[in-house]
């Protein structure tokens, strides 16, 4: 089993639907969880965190946690072609300093 | 804030020479990461240095790869001999404390011919 898992999709989404990125990973002590956006041929950027269990929003994003499930996702709301873009899951292990990285889900956002 | 500085944007070079990668910090950042990228391994950790010291090296891939960070603000990564195998996008990343909120430069793209 990966560290971090992602569907790699690629997952298509009209114009203004909500979109749905999931992430499962291994390690049950983690506190900590990152959405990073890269946009193809960019750096990844982070869009969000979260460090408890619920939901965290923050304009059309709205990150879940269920640390008990060690699931953490991310939606998009009312979708736009801007929004298209590969969308990575890291998640901090607890052994020691480093971030593991999932796959990435590529997102494709139809006008 | 100027971000993450990589250096050289861009190399090509030829299986055998020696590559060497450049990155600048976010000045007050202690951490940095170097990452390599490819679609088939994804986002890949090397190395990371905490206040200039190299606390994970366990990505490096083989003796060929090694990185310094003489000083908080400058760190390079070498390949010598660079192989084919090396083609990759390098990252470089830096953060305040090491995981927390991660900050990437633009990249290397890197070929070995």
């Known amino acids: 089993q990966k560290e971090v898992e992602q569907n790699s999709g690629p997952l298509s989404v009209p114009e203004g639907a909500i979109a749905s990125l999931n992430c499962t990973y291994s390690d049950r002590g983690s506190q900590s969880f990152f959405w990073y956006r890269q946009y193809s041929g960019k750096s990844p950027e982070l869009i969000m965190s979260i460090y408890s269990n619920g939901d965290k929003e923050d304009g059309r994003f709205t990150a879940q946690l269920n640390k008990a499930s060690q699931y953490v996702s991310l939606l998009i709301r009312d979708s736009q072609p801007s929004d298209s873009a590969t969308y990575l899951c890291a998640v901090p292990n607890t052994g020691g300093f480093k971030t593991i990285f999932g796959a990435g889900t590529r997102l494709f956002v139809k006008a | 804030d100027a971000g993450v500085i990589q250096s050289p944007r861009h190399e090509v070079t030829e299986m055998g020479q020696e590559v060497t990668l450049r990155c600048k910090p976010i000045?007050?950042?202690?951490?940095l990461f170097w990452y390599r990228q490819t679609m088939m391994r994804g986002l890949e950790l090397l190395i990371y240095?905490?206040?200039?010291?190299?606390?994970?090296d366990s990505g490096m891939p083989e003796d060929r790869f090694s990185a310094k960070m003489p000083n908080a603000s400058f760190s390079t990564l070498k390949i010598q001999p660079s192989e084919p195998r090396d083609s990759a996008v390098y990252f470089c990343?830096?953060?305040?404390?090491?995981?927390?909120?991660?900050?990437f430069g633009p990249g290397t793209r890197l070929l070995v011919l």
């Open positions: 990343a830096s953060s305040w404390q090491g995981l927390e909120t991660q900050y």
């Open positions: 240095f905490n206040n200039n010291v190299p606390i994970d």
């Open positions: 000045s007050g950042h202690n951490s």
